[in-house]
């Protein structure tokens, strides 16, 4: 196949060409409380064509149809002609690379039958169902793929890359009367089979929670002293610094670019944040980017200033910086746009627990686990699953619907502790950007404290 | 394709069901005012399931010439793991398909110039010295084929367009974004677009001086895009799967006032020129509009065929699918009427885009216009309960809007707020596939910093 991509780009009239094809292999099971609701296997595939002439445009043609190939190089090539440009759009320099990168299987999921599949989704629903009688619904969901993805340009790369992934989630609703309330597992891995089969106690806590949550009181609304656990520390730094360092939001916009001048300070000193696409079996963690670049580690923030950002080809050339191995898509449908892959903060002082954050906190809130995000850029939202107050120093009552508003010139700020205690959080879900979604990404994080924050609710 | 499809299914199962879908899009990128992009999607897919020994399997495939003796291979495994489901494929109707426009020659016929022009047009108009612009162009084509086993039938082409404006205005470290689309199954008229261009003008206008948010239980006017998270509880709840599972708290509730008595909600995929409508849904039951909720009286929940069997009701033609995964229930257009001394008020407003807040601040003396929320749709939605950050937001004092708010949260429960509604204003509107004027209600908890 990559013989017949080559020569299509061969073909191709533009000065430059690329041809992304996947084959994706998944399947896919989910129960609706006790009941199955779909166990199936699915074969995906399709192709995706970017086309760039000098003083042009971008061309871009995506189709199910591999017959159609050079059709659609030709496509895709008058559609980047149709378009004139006065300042030319530039791709920074890059080495070409060729190479076959297959990640770990760790249980090639192909194997394994749909029936047992079932049988373990089957148990981790159970186990969700059995917490309680309050537990009147569950969405269970297992997926796994195994993608094919081969790459080549006109400028000579050609990659073929090999990338598992399996997801299982579990939503627990917990019901009284009127009220209703739920806990959500999720977790994601770039692995197989055999990484997800001990997860049955994380299926339990969370339908527990679900109940436990019947009898906790809305949180009150203003602003506090916020400790974050791994997990929402975790979405915390995705929504609030991740989206802006994503270089396709400044990168033609001059004010932009001056809010996010590098050297900045955005944080105290004890706040450093990065991605890394390379990773280990991460769930965003990919060899080369949807461009044929190289992943790495980028640092973000050091110290508390701004330090780099994520880049395509065409934004590093832009604002003269290097690219960055973040162009990604989801699928052969769409464009490579910039994305985060593993987005971190990185633990502060080793041994620094969890106790040293709270010890001085009179009256404050333990927001845990997340439900999501959300950026506008300057303001955000991260959805706590469930929290705590903190009373003189101490943990007290459970507490929902802690929903958490931020400013990325303010909140970031008010980080004054972090802890040692580093963990990736590997979730399902994704990200969504630009129709994009859910595009596999995983967050890390230790505790994190911060200064107040402003929480939503009654007031 | 289907036909052959249901004849290779026929012996070897029980029953069979199968949509077709092919697409083609065209869509073009402005990027900070300057056109970058400009693209095409063809993609086609086909979608089968079947009943074998009374159990339920599904499966697709996007394959260019699909193999029908593998698919049916592969739903029949997948049915073998499947529930027993009582399951009735409707037969053939015996009249035509309800009459409704889905196909419009001028969308279908624009050329890609005509795409750029409509966007260049926008950026031209929009354009401002502190302001980055962003706007898209997508065209759609879509042709669909559904049939089944006992013999029902359905074809039908459709078309859609999305023109949308995206305004971002960076001074400082102030960021403002301000956004509005046009979504319709035809072409914008030179009316649509120039009311596109006016929605982002009067709300980037009255955003551009920031003041501080007010705090406490207030009036806060929803606009029809400030409503979603308002909403999204009552279309969560109102759906067949959710009471079947117990997990609706409006479950058994068919028939109670729970809301003001001047709301009506409905369903209706007849709606003519919206890209959701249809004549057929994709499990072939012919459409028919729902009404969800009557003079304040939970009405009727939706339904695909796997659920009212389950329920055993009728579906309500809300069945959806795509190309893998089983059916599911969807809602086509989601439509709120007001009935105000009995009248009812009409279909969209071809008028200019009236002011900000629908006419109803008036009597506000301190609160707050919400036109965009952060997060909508992330926390435990089915409870009615609600708590996001503003991104959109203006103060109202004296029944005029003082400037925009930053760094406020509002909360409060969907149901509570729904039962008495302070107003209902005259600036309706689609929105996506929603269609609603903005909405008063009172005592929505304001928090700020």
Not at chain 1, 304 to 330: D, Y
Not at chain 2, 322 to 342: A, C, E, Q, S, W
Request: include cysteine; proline fraction near 5%.
């Amino acid at each position: 196949l990559k013989d017949r991509l080559a020569a299509a780009v061969t073909q191709s009239r533009a000065a430059y060409t690329e041809i992304r094809v996947e084959r994706t292999w998944s399947s896919a099971v989910a129960f609706r409380g006790r009941r199955l609701e779909t166990a199936t296997v699915s074969e995906d595939q399709g192709g995706f064509v970017r086309a760039l002439n000098k003083g042009c445009g971008w061309g871009i043609a995506a189709f199910t149809s591999l017959d159609e190939l050079p059709a659609m190089v030709a496509r895709a090539d008058e559609l980047s002609r149709a378009i004139r440009l006065d300042e030319p759009i530039r791709l920074a320099d890059a080495t070409p690379q060729t190479a076959d990168a297959v990640l770990d299987l760790d249980g090639d999921v192909r194997g394994v039958s749909l029936a047992e599949k079932k049988k373990l989704l089957d148990r981790y629903n159970g186990a969700m169902l059995a917490v309680s009688d309050r537990i009147v619904d569950t969405q269970s969901s297992y997926r796994d793929e195994v993608s094919e993805v081969w790459y080549v340009n006109s400028e000579g790369a050609a990659i073929y890359q090999l990338r598992p992934e399996v997801v299982i989630s579990g939503t627990a609703i917990g019901r009284r009367d009127g009220t209703i309330e739920k806990g959500l597992e999720s977790i994601g891995l770039r692995k197989g089979w055999n990484t997800v089969q001990q997860f049955d106690n994380q299926f339990r806590i969370v339908a527990q929670r679900a109940v436990d949550l019947l009898d906790a009181p809305r949180v009150k609304g203003g602003a506090y002293p916020v400790i974050l656990d791994n997990e929402l520390a975790g979405v915390f730094i995705h929504e609030a610094f991740g989206h802006l360092s994503e270089a396709d939001f400044v990168y033609e916009n001059p004010q932009a670019r001056e809010m996010m001048t590098l050297g900045r300070r955005f944080g105290k000193p004890v706040l450093n944040v990065g991605d890394n696409g390379a990773a280990a079996g991460l769930r965003g963690t990919l060899p080369y980017d949807d461009e044929g670049t190289p992943t790495q580690d980028t640092p973000l923030i050091k110290e508390g200033v701004l330090v780099g950002r994520l880049h395509s080809r065409e934004t590093a050339a832009k604002l003269g910086e290097r690219p960055t191995g973040n162009a990604r898509a989801i699928s052969f449908r769409h464009p490579p746009i910039v994305r985060m892959t593993n987005t971190y903060i990185a633990p502060g002082k080793p041994g620094a627990g969890f106790k040293e954050l709270i010890g001085d906190i009179k009256l404050g809130v333990y927001a845990c686990g997340a439900f999501g995000g959300q950026t506008m850029l300057e303001n955000f939202s991260f959805t706590a699953g469930w929290g705590y107050m903190i009373r003189d120093g101490q943990l007290a009552e459970l507490v929902k619907d802690v929903v958490l508003a931020g400013n990325l010139f303010q909140t970031l700020d008010r980080i004054d502790h972090i802890a040692g205690d580093f963990t990736w959080n590997q979730m399902g879900g994704g990200c969504g950007k630009g129709g994009q979604f859910p595009l596999p990404v995983t967050e890390g994080a230790p505790h994190v404290r911060i200064e107040e924050a402003l929480i939503g609710g009654d007031v | 394709m289907i036909e052959r499809l249901l004849e290779r299914a026929r012996g070897k199962v029980d029953g069979a069901d199968a949509l077709w879908r092919r697409e083609e899009q065209t869509a073009v990128a402005f990027e900070s005012g300057r056109l970058k992009a400009a693209g095409i999607a063809e993609e086609a897919g086909l979608n089968l399931r079947v009943l074998s020994h009374g159990r339920m399997g599904v499966a697709g495939t996007t394959a260019a010439t699909p193999d029908p003796d593998a698919l049916v291979a592969r739903a029949r495994a997948s049915a073998d793991l499947g529930e027993v489901v009582d399951l009735a494929f409707p037969a053939a109707s015996t009249g035509p398909l309800p009459p409704i426009p889905t196909f419009f020659d001028r969308t279908a016929n624009a050329s890609l110039d005509d795409l750029i022009r409509m966007g260049r047009m926008l950026v031209e108009r929009l354009s401002r010295p502190d302001c980055q612009i962003n706007v898209a162009v997508e065209r759609e084509i879509a042709e669909t084929a559904v049939g089944n086993s006992a013999g029902a039938r359905g074809e039908y082409r459709a078309t859609g367009i999305a023109v949308t404006a995206d305004v971002t205005r960076i001074v400082g470290d102030d960021v403002l974004m301000v956004y509005d689309q046009y979504v319709g199954a035809d072409m914008p008229g030179d009316t649509d677009l120039e009311m596109l261009v006016r929605s982002v003008e009067t709300r980037l206008t009255a955003a551009l001086k920031v003041v501080t948010p007010p705090e406490g239980a207030l009036p806060v006017v929803f606009t029809p895009a400030g409503l979603a998270a308002v909403v999204l509880p009552l279309e969560q709840a109102l759906s067949g799967k959710t009471v079947l599972q117990g997990s609706s708290p409006l479950a058994g509730k068919v028939g109670a006032m729970l809301f003001d008595q001047r709301l009506s909600i409905e369903d209706d995929p007849l709606t003519p020129g919206r890209p959701a409508s249809r004549p057929i849904d994709d499990e072939c039951v012919p459409s028919r509009c729902t009404a969800l909720v009557e003079r304040g009286a939970v009405g009727r929940f939706v339904y695909d065929l796997e659920t009212a069997a389950r329920a055993k009701t009728q579906s309500t033609g809300n069945g959806r699918r795509g190309v893998f995964g089983k059916p599911h229930i969807g809602y086509t257009n989601i439509l709120f009427r007001m009935l105000d001394g009995g009248g009812r008020h009409g279909l969209p407003l071809s008028a200019p885009t009236p002011e900000l807040g629908g006419g109803l601040l008036r009597d506000i003396a301190d609160g707050l216009v919400v036109d965009d929320l952060i997060g909508v749709g992330q926390g435990n939605v089915i409870s009615g309960a609600f708590s996001h950050p503003v991104g959109l937001a203006y103060r109202v004092q004296r029944g005029e809007i003082t400037g925009r708010v930053k760094d406020a949260a509002v909360a409060g429960n969907a149901y509570d707020l729904l039962k008495q509604i302070g107003g209902f204003g005259n600036d309706g509107r689609w929105l996506g596939s929603r269609w609603s004027p903005s909405l008063l209600l009172d005592g929505v908890s304001v928090a700020r910093r």
